[in-house]
C-alpha cells in the first residue's frame, strides 16, 4: 500500500486501493473548487469580525459594526410612527375641510376612519354601514340628523339618546302605552302614515287619521310626512324605514315608541378617531 503508483493512462497518482483490478485515482480537487472553499473561510473569518457571531456567556460578540436586525426593525418602526404622528398630529389640528382639500391626509383619514368603523360601529350599523332594522344606513344620502361633516361629527361624538350632557335628544311619545290614543285611532293614524308613501289600502281609516296626525305628530314629522332634522324624526312618505314599513310596525312604534340609542364616542375614541371616522362615514356615499 505504501508505495506510490502511477496510473499509466492518465498519469496521475493511484490511492493504492484497488478492487478487482479496478483502481482508485487520487486526483486533487478542481481548483475552481478550492478557490470558492477559501473564499468562503476568508470571508466567514471577515464574517465573524465585522458581525455578530459567537454567543458567549453573557451574550454574544457583537461584532465590529455592531450589527443587530432587532435596532433595525425597531428604527424602521420608529420611522413609520413617526411618519403616522405627523400625519395624526395634523389631523388633529386641521379642521374638516381643510383634511378634506388635501388628499394625502384625506387617504390617511380614510384608512383610519375605515379601520375605527370595523372595530367600533359595524357591530350595530353593519360592516358595510349598510344598517338594519333600527340602525340608520350611514352609507345612503338619507339622514335623520342631518349629514354634513359637522353634524356626522357632532352625532358621533355626543350620541343620540346617549346620556351625554351633549348628546342629540328627542322622544317619539308612546301614544298608545301613555293612552294619548286610543288602539282605533293608532289604527287610523298609522293607515294615515301609510298613505303618505302610497300603501294605504283603507282610504277612509287614513282620512280619520289625518286629523290625528295634524295634530299628533306634523310638529315632528313635517306635514308631508318630510321628517325633521331637529328631532331626528324620519322620513315616513319615502321608501327607507328605520323600523320597517309595514302597518304592524307602524302601528307598533306609535303605541310603544323606541327611543332608539346611539352611544357617545367622546372619551371613549380619540377626537383624532373621531374626526377620521366622521369623514370616512362622509366619504361612504351620502355626506352633504
Ligand atoms: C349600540 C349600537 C350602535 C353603535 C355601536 C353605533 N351606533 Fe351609530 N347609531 C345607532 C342608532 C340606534 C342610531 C339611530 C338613533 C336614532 O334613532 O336616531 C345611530 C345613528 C348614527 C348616526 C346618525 C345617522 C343619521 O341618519 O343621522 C351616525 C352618523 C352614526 N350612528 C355613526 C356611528 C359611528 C361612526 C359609530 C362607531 C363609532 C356608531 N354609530 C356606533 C346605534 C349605534
Ligand atoms: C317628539 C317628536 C315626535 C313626535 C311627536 C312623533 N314622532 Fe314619530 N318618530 C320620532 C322619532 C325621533 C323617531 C325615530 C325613533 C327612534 O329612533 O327612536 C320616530 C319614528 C317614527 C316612525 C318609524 C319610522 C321608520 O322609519 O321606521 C313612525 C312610523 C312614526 N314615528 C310615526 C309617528 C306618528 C304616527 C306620530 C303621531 C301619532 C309620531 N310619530 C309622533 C319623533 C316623533
Redesign the pocket.
Known amino acids: 500500500m505504501a508505495t506510490t503508483e502511477r496510473d499509466e493512462i492518465s498519469g496521475q497518482e493511484t490511492t493504492g486501493h484497488e478492487w478487482d483490478g479496478i483502481k482508485e485515482l487520487d486526483s486533487p480537487l478542481p481548483r475552481w473548487w478550492l478557490m470558492v472553499m477559501y473564499a468562503c473561510i476568508v470571508w466567514g473569518v471577515g464574517y465573524w469580525v465585522l458581525y455578530p457571531a459567537w454567543p458567549h456567556m453573557s451574550g454574544y460578540t457583537k461584532g465590529v459594526f455592531g450589527y443587530s436586525s432587532r435596532a433595525e426593525v425597531a428604527a424602521d418602526i420608529g420611522a413609520a410612527n413617526d411618519a403616522r404622528k405627523v400625519f395624526a398630529d395634523r389631523i388633529a389640528s386641521a379642521d374638516l375641510e381643510t383634511i378634506r382639500q388635501d388628499p394625502k391626509l384625506m387617504e390617511f383619514a380614510l384608512a383610519g376612519g375605515k379601520s375605527a368603523y370595523g372595530d367600533n360601529c359595524a357591530g350595530c350599523h353593519g360592516s358595510a354601514a349598510q344598517g338594519g332594522k333600527?340602525y340608520p344606513n350611514l352609507s345612503d344620502d338619507d339622514w335623520?340628523w342631518g349629514g354634513s361633516l359637522e353634524v356626522i361629527q357632532q352625532t358621533i361624538r355626543y350620541g343620540?339618546?346617549s346620556g351625554h350632557d351633549e348628546t342629540r335628544d328627542?322622544?317619539?311619545?308612546a301614544?298608545g302605552r301613555d293612552e294619548v290614543?286610543s288602539k282605533e285611532q293608532?289604527d287610523q293614524?298609522?293607515e294615515?302614515?301609510l298613505s303618505l308613501s302610497g300603501q294605504a289600502k283603507d282610504a277612509a281609516a287614513a282620512q280619520q287619521g289625518a286629523p290625528?296626525?295634524a295634530e299628533?305628530?306634523v310638529?315632528?314629522?313635517g306635514e308631508k310626512g318630510q321628517g325633521s332634522r331637529e328631532?331626528?324624526?324620519?322620513?315616513?312618505a319615502d321608501a327607507?324605514?328605520?323600523?320597517?314599513?309595514d302597518g304592524d310596525?307602524?302601528r307598533a312604534?306609535?303605541t310603544n315608541?323606541?327611543?332608539?340609542v346611539m352611544p357617545h364616542w367622546q372619551g371613549r375614541l380619540p377626537e383624532t378617531t373621531i374626526k377620521q371616522l366622521a369623514i370616512y362615514i362622509h366619504a361612504l356615499g351620502g355626506g352633504e
Open positions: 333600527g335623520l343620540i339618546r328627542s322622544e317619539m311619545p301614544f290614543l293608532i293614524v298609522a294615515f302614515v290625528i296626525y299628533q305628530c310638529d315632528c314629522h328631532f331626528g324624526a324620519p322620513n315616513l327607507i324605514w328605520l323600523f320597517g314599513r310596525s307602524i312604534i306609535v315608541s323606541r327611543k332608539g
